[in-house]
């Protein structure tokens, strides 16, 4: 969750572009239909939605083809977005996507602090599991320096938090179906 950027010349050089995910690799398929929301903040729009194009793109290769996107003003908005999204009982999975960065007037720990707790409150109460690739980092300063770092860094949270939830839903079906028969529980 807190992104630490120490040097960024040396560190935009030797970031990797984000792993595509292998065409010969077949992602197991699901037994019945899996449909995702993705929130995303519109605070830094050109950086976050780096994650929304990686995630949807990674999505699609894990046969999570029914994704819905949402946008909201910040990452403080989204915890309740996805609570009343899980709530419908539509979705299978949320996902969260913003950037809090030190606007220099609050402390932005608290904000990354309080929305993800949130969205893990959000999990636990609905049982609808919610992702987050809401990110803090340790420094961000509006130069294009940071900018392309920040959007390479989301491109790759965007492939890791689509694995993420396709492995954890695969998961939980699999134990949904174990508890259903009688073998967990």
């Not at 996902?95 to 030190?102: N, P, R, Y």
């Not at 390479?152 to 694995?163: P, T």
Request: aromatic share 8%; hydrophobic share 45%; proline share 6%.
């Amino acid at each position: 969750m807190n992104q630490m950027l120490q040097d960024p010349q040396l560190q935009s050089s030797e970031t990797k572009p984000p792993v595509p995910p292998d065409p010969v690799r077949e992602h197991p398929r699901f037994a019945k239909p899996q449909r995702v929301a993705f929130v995303q903040a519109c605070w830094h729009r050109d950086v976050v939605e780096e994650a929304r194009i990686a995630f949807l793109k990674e999505a699609e290769a894990r046969h999570l083809n029914h994704v819905d996107v949402f946008e909201v003003p910040g990452s403080f908005e989204i915890p309740l977005h996805a609570q009343v999204l899980a709530k419908t009982r539509r979705y299978t999975a949320i996902v969260a996507a913003g950037l809090v960065v030190d606007g220099g007037i609050y402390r932005h720990e608290f904000v990354a602090d309080t929305v993800i707790k949130a969205l893990m409150d959000v999990q636990l109460r609905t049982e609808v599991p919610v992702f987050s690739a809401v990110l803090t980092p340790q420094q961000f300063h509006e130069t294009e320096v940071h900018y392309d770092f920040f959007r390479r860094h989301f491109a790759i949270k965007g492939v890791e938090v689509a694995a993420a939830c396709a492995e954890t839903l695969l998961g939980l079906e699999r134990l949904r179906g174990q508890v259903a028969a009688g073998i967990v529980g």
